[in-house]
Nanobody
């Protein structure tokens, strides 16, 4: 069975940096684009970033452009989210996810595999 396990969440201060990791198993990792989402208290889950299967293409939500960087290490079945200049508004549970296609068409994805999430809290 496919399993995605996030780690790296923490309580940090505004302006700090944090790196999240997501380790995948049960699938051919290099065949799948990978995405990051987040859900803040009282809000719906929102898209953060996505990366193509090779890592050659990426996309970001406007709210994190210039601050967050997605990357992947296919040899270790891991996708990362480097978060810099963190703001209190970034406080959320962060989830990694995978769609069921290798095609680079992120606006059309249906994400079918999800991790359990890791908590990021940014204090001011």
């Amino acid at each position: 069975q496919v399993r995605l396990v996030e780690s790296g969440g923490a309580l940090v201060q505004a302006g700090d940096s944090l790196r999240l990791s997501c380790v995948a198993s049960g699938l051919t990792f290099s065949s799948y684009p990978m995405g990051w989402f987040r859900q803040a208290p009282g809000k719906e889950r929102e898209f953060v970033s996505v990366i193509s299967r090779s890592g050659s293409s990426t996309d970001y939500a406007d709210s994190v452009k210039g601050r967050f960087t997605i990357s992947r290490g296919n040899a270790k079945n891991t996708v990362y989210l480097q978060m810099n200049s963190l703001k209190p508004e970034d406080t959320a549970v962060y989830y990694c996810a995978a769609p069921n296609t290798a095609r680079w068409d992120p606006t059309s994805y249906e994400y079918v595999y999800w991790g359990q999430g890791t908590q990021v809290t940014v204090s001011s």
